[in-house]
């Protein structure tokens, strides 16, 4: 089961990756999304994610990172643009990426 | 279908909702979501709202707002302040809520 990120106090950075998937190609796509949930969590300055998606297609990824340069370097990944550019090309009808500074937050 | 927001050139905020539903009371909790998505749309500084739950429980929901005063109004409002109790007592196991400012964004 997928869990709320346990992030450090704030200030730090989040990527929300908003996204509708097409029925295109869905053994690929969950490959490759199993692949990038692996690698993701090597990388320098990662600090967790969290996913999810209605059965009609939205899903809503937020990965959080200790700085803007964390992030600009996992876009920059050799094995992450090639799953971008299969995303682009096959997997998603449209997607949009927002890049954050959190400032507050709070628990329950 | 949910979309993704249009939402306009940053800088803007976000607040990043992270929530586990239990299994409580689920015909008031989707009154109530209901009657929060009418609400929230009608404040002012509302830029847009995404939303996606997985079957396990597990659910993201980010609302955009054109500053910081517009998110705490939204927080103070009596209506969703009664909503916001009843999740902490009925229906969430648990929450994160981030308060964000929206830096950078990029589209397909």
């Known amino acids: ?11 730090y950075y989040a990527v929300i ?3 509708i998937r097409n029925d295109k190609e869905n053994q690929g796509y969950n490959q490759m999304a199993q692949a990038m949930s692996a690698l993701v969590e090597q990388q320098p300055g990662f600090l967790g ?3 999810a998606r209605n059965s009609d297609g939205l899903g ?3 990965s959080y990172w200790d700085s803007l340069d964390a992030i600009t370097s996992w876009r ?3 094995a992450h643009q090639v799953a971008q550019e299969k995303g682009r090309e096959i997997w ?4 949009t990426a927002r890049i954050c ?3 507050r937050e709070y628990s329950l």
């Open 17 to 19: 990756f908003t996204s």
């Open 49 to 51: 994610v969290e996913s």
């Open 92 to 95: 998603y009808g449209a997607y």
């Open 76 to 78: 920059d990944h050799s």
């Open 60 to 62: 809503i990824t937020v």
């Open 101 to 103: 500074k959190v400032e």
């Open 1 to 11: 089961m997928t869990q709320i990120a346990k992030t450090p106090a704030p200030p």
